[in-house]
C-alpha cells in the first residue's frame, strides 16, 4: 500500500491515550495541519494498585482503531524519558568525517551498558562552524534505551498490529515541539546571538520532564513529581479517597472548601517550585551563557489553578500555562474538545511532527531489525511477481530451445567438429611448444644478468679491506718516538660471519649502537633537548662472531646523564629500524696505547677513528666496481655501517720492548764487563683492548642488477650454454 502523507503521533500517558494526525502544510513548512486527533480516558489512572496498565491501555488502543484505520500513515510513538539515557556531548575541534568515530566512543563511555543490549541513536545538533572540512563548536545529542524497555514500550502497538515507524523519548518530542513552535528557524539563528531559552516543564501524572532549548541547545532533567502528588497530599490531610481527591484536585475552585484543599496542596506546591529553581539553577550553572526567557507549563496537571502563579512568583520569571500551539493549524484547531484538552497533547504534537518529517531532532530508536523485517516484508510481493515473470521467461526459453534442439541432425556436423577437434589439439601443442621455447629464454637472460653481476662484485671483498685500511688512524709524517704519542691501532684479528637477517644480529646489539648514537661519533648539529635516561637490559651480548673477543669485562659507562644525546638517539633509532636482511658481520679485535691524552684515550680514541670514519659522509671511499666506478662515495653507500664497541676493556699497564732485537736482553754498554740489563729496552704504557663489530652487506654502487634466479625445477644450465 503506498504511503499518505499523513503521520500520527501517539502518546499513551499514565491518564489517557492522546492521538494527533497531521501533515507539513504543503504552503508552508513551518505550519502543521492537523485533521484528526483522539483523547481517550482510562477508566482508571495506570498507577492506581487495582488497574490493569495492559488491559487498559489495549482497551484504549482498540477505540482508537476504531474509529481511525491507520494503514498507510506513519505511527510515531513516545517512551518516558526515566526508560532511556539523553546525552548533549560538545565535540572538540574535529574533521567532520571523523564525527561518527567519537561518536562511537562516547557511545561506549557515556551508556552505561555494552552497546549490543541497547538501542541507540545520534544527530549533530544546529550551531558550530565548519570551515575546510573541520568544525568547531559542535553538539551532537545522544540517546539510548536498553533493547527490553525497547520491547516494552512497543509492544502495545505490536499486538494490536500497528507497524511503529519512530519511536522518541518523551522530552526530546516535547524539545522538537518548542523548537518548532515557539521559536525561530534553527538555521536562521545566529550562534553568537540566540534568543532566550525556553522552559518547557511537561506535569506528568508521576513525574515532570524540564526541557530547555534556545534552538540551538537542548537541555532535559525529570522531576520526581507529578500531577498525582497533588492528589496524594490531599488524600493524607483530608482523608479523601484517591478518586474523590483527584475530583477535587481538578476542581479545587469548586470543592466544598477551596481554602482547606490549597492548604493541604501547599507543601507540594513549594516543593515542585523548589525542585523547578533546583533544576534552572543547575542549568544556567552548567551553560554561563543561557538566558531564561519564559517559563511555559503543559500537561493536565497545569490546569490546578494558581499554580502558575506560585511558581512565576517563587522563582521570580515570566511562568504562564501553553495557551495555543502557534503553528498548529487545521479543523482540529477549531474544535472545542481539543482546546479544551490541548495541554496534553505536546508529546502527541513533537511525535507527529517528527514522523512527518519536521523535527529538529530525527533520532529514532526503534530496533533496525523491525525496520528490516518490514521493508523484506514490503518487498515479498514484488519479490513474487519478479520471480513468477523469470519463470515465465524461462519456460518460453526452454521451449524455443527444445524446438531448436529437435530440428538438430548429429550427422550433419561431425565432420566440421572432427576439424574444430583437429585444429584445437594442434594449437595446444604449439602454445605448449612456445611457453617451453620462453621459459628457457627467460632463464637463460637470468643467468648472464648474474654472471654481470658476479663480475661486478669480484671486488668487494677487496673494497671492505681497503675501507678497514681507510677506517685505521694514522701519523702524518714520521712516528713520534714516543709510543704512547702514536695514533696507531693495532689489529689482533678480523673475522666475519654471515647472517641470513641482520636483524637477529642487531637485536643483540642495539643498545650497543644507542651508546653509539650517544657518543660523539654519530655527529649531529642539534641542539641538546632534556630526557631522562634510559636503560635497557636487552642486548648486552652480541650474536656474531667472538672467537677472540678479549677476555676482559666490558668497560664502565659513564653514570652522568647524557639528555641531549639520548633526546637525539631516541629520535634517530625511531628513524632508523637497524639493518635487515642478509649480510655479514665484520668483527675486529685490537688494542692501542694511545691513552695519555685526556679525553682522547681508551674508547673515545676507537669511536673517534674508526667509528667516526665509518659514519662521516665526509670520509669518502673509492669504489672499485659496477657504474659508480672510480667515484668516492661514503661508507654507507659500500654497505657498511652500524658500528658498535662489543668489548671495551678496561686499560692495564704492560712493559713494551723497544729496542731492535726484540725477545733479546740488550748489553748495557755502560757497565764494565758487558754485563747484560734485562730491562733495557723497556717501556711502561697503557694498553686498552677492544672488540669492535659493524655490519656490511656487500653492494655495488649505482647496480640495478636483480639477484641471481633460482634454476627452474628440472633445468639444466649447461643445456643453455651458461654455468652457474
Not at 522552559?199 to 513525574?207: K, N, W, Y
Not at 474538545?337 to 514522523?355: K, P
Not at 672467537?547 to 669485562?553: D, G, N, R, T
Not at 634466479?709 to 643445456?719: F, K, L, N, S, Y
Amino acid at each position: 500500500m503506498a504511503r499518505s502523507p499523513y503521520s500520527w503521533g501517539i502518546d499513551i500517558g499514565k491518564c489517557g491515550l492522546k492521538a494527533i494526525r497531521c501533515q507539513l502544510s504543503p504552503t508552508d513548512p513551518r505550519k502543521l495541519v492537523a485533521d484528526a486527533f483522539e483523547y481517550i480516558e482510562y477508566p482508571m489512572m495506570l498507577t492506581q494498585s487495582d488497574a490493569d496498565p495492559v488491559e487498559l491501555v489495549r482497551n484504549a488502543i482498540e477505540e482508537l482503531l476504531s474509529r481511525h484505520p491507520l494503514e498507510g500513515d506513519r505511527v510515531a510513538v513516545a517512551a518516558p524519558g526515566q526508560s532511556g539515557l539523553s546525552k548533549f556531548i560538545k565535540l572538540p575541534p574535529i574533521e567532520a568525517k571523523k564525527i561518527p568515530d567519537i561518536v562511537h566512543y562516547e557511545a561506549n563511555q557515556q551508556i552505561p551498558f555494552p552497546l549490543d543490549q541497547v538501542i541507540w541513536d545520534w544527530q549533530r545538533l544546529a550551531g558550530g562552524i565548519e570551515e575546510s572540512g573541520f568544525v568547531m563548536d559542535a553538539e551532537v545529542a545522544l540517546f539510548a534505551m536498553k533493547r527490553e524497555q525497547v520491547h516494552k514500550a512497543l509492544a502495545p502497538f505490536t499486538n494490536a498490529g500497528i507497524d511503529v515507524d519512530v519511536l522518541q523519548l518523551q522530552p526530546i518530542s516535547l524539545a522538537n515541539m518548542v523548537i518548532f513552535d515557539q521559536l525561530p528557524p534553527p538555521d536562521s539563528i545566529d550562534p553568537d546571538d540566540p534568543p532566550p531559552s525556553i522552559v518547557l516543564v511537561s506535569i506528568g501524572v508521576d513525574s515532570t520532564d524540564i526541557v530547555v532549548t534556545n534552538g540551538l541547545r537542548i537541555w532535559s532533567r525529570s522531576m520526581p513529581l507529578g500531577g498525582s502528588s497533588f492528589t496524594k497530599a490531599l488524600v493524607k490531610e483530608m482523608q479523601y479517597t484517591f478518586q474523590k481527591a483527584e475530583q477535587e484536585k481538578r476542581n479545587a475552585v469548586r470543592a466544598a472548601d477551596p481554602k482547606a484543599v490549597f492548604k493541604a496542596m501547599r507543601s507540594v506546591f513549594t516543593e515542585f517550585a523548589s525542585e523547578l529553581q533546583r533544576s534552572l539553577n543547575y542549568f544556567t550553572g552548567t551553560d554561563k551563557s543561557a538566558k531564561i526567557g519564559k517559563v511555559l507549563l503543559i500537561g493536565n496537571a497545569a490546569k490546578l489553578r494558581g499554580l502558575s502563579d506560585f511558581v512565576g512568583k517563587q522563582l521570580q520569571l515570566d511562568v504562564q500555562r501553553f495557551e495555543k500551539f502557534e503553528s498548529l493549524e487545521g479543523p482540529v484547531v477549531a474544535s472545542s474538545s481539543f482546546r479544551e484538552n490541548r495541554l496534553g497533547f505536546g508529546t502527541a504534537y513533537g511525535l507527529a511532527l517528527q514522523a512527518a518529517g519536521g523535527a529538529a531532532i530525527a533520532t529514532n530508536l526503534v530496533p533496525g531489525e523491525i525496520v528490516r523485517d518490514r521493508l523484506i516484508a514490503a518487498k515479498k510481493p514484488w519479490a513474487v511477481g519478479a520471480l513468477v515473470g523469470l519463470l515465465a521467461a524461462a519456460l518460453v526459453n526452454f521451449a524455443g530451445m527444445y524446438l531448436a534442439w529437435q530440428s538438430y541432425a548429429p550427422a550433419k556436423y561431425s565432420q566440421a567438429f572432427g576439424a574444430a577437434d583437429n585444429a584445437k589439439t594442434r594449437s595446444a601443442a604449439a602454445v605448449s611448444a612456445y611457453e617451453a621455447s620462453k621459459q628457457k629464454l627467460d632463464a637463460a637472460a637470468a643467468w648472464q644478468k648474474y654472471l654481470v653481476q658476479v663480475q661486478e662484485e669480484r671486488t668487494q671483498a677487496l673494497d671492505l679491506m681497503r675501507a678497514v685500511g681507510t677506517f685505521l688512524p694514522r701519523d702524518e709524517g714520521a712516528p713520534p718516538e714516543s709510543i704512547a704519542a702514536r695514533r696507531e691501532i693495532h689489529v689482533d684479528s678480523l673475522d666475519m660471519q654471515f647472517f641470513p637477517d641482520l636483524s637477529t644480529w642487531y637485536a643483540g646489539v642495539k643498545d650497543k649502537w644507542a651508546e653509539t648514537l650517544d657518543s660523539d661519533v654519530a655527529g649531529t648539529d642539534e641542539p641538546d633537548e632534556a630526557a631522562p635516561p634510559e636503560g635497557d637490559a636487552e642486548g648486552d651480548q652480541a650474536a656474531a662472531p667472538t672467537e677472540e673477543a678479549a677476555p676482559e669485562a666490558v668497560a664502565g659507562e659513564e653514570e652522568g646523564p647524557r639528555r641531549g644525546r639520548r633526546g637525539r638517539r631516541r629520535r634517530r633509532m625511531a628513524d632508523d629500524p637497524g639493518p635487515s636482511g642478509p649480510g655479514w658481520i665484520v668483527q675486529i679485535v685490537g688494542h692501542h696505547f694511545y691513552n695519555e691524552k685526556q679525553g682522547e684515550e681508551g674508547e673515545q680514541f676507537v669511536r673517534s677513528t674508526i667509528m667516526h670514519r665509518m659514519l662521516d659522509e665526509a670520509n669518502s671511499l673509492t669504489v672499485s666496481a659496477g657504474p659508480e666506478k672510480g667515484k668516492q662515495l661514503p661508507a654507507k653507500e659500500l654497505g657498511l655501517g652500524y658500528p658498535v664497541l662489543l668489548v671495551s676493556s678496561p686499560m692495564q699497564r704492560v712493559q713494551v720492548r723497544t729496542d731492535a732485537t726484540a725477545g733479546q736482553p740488550s748489553m748495557n754498554r755502560g757497565v764494565p764487563g758487558g754485563i747484560e740489563d734485562p730491562n733495557a729496552g723497556l717501556v711502561d704504557l697503557k694498553r686498552y683492548d677492544f672488540v669492535l663489530q659493524f655490519a656490511w652487506r656487500p653492494t655495488t654502487p649505482g647496480s640495478a642488477l636483480p639477484p641471481p634466479p633460482a634454476p627452474a625445477e628440472g633445468t639444466d644450465p649447461a643445456a643453455m650454454g651458461v654455468t652457474p
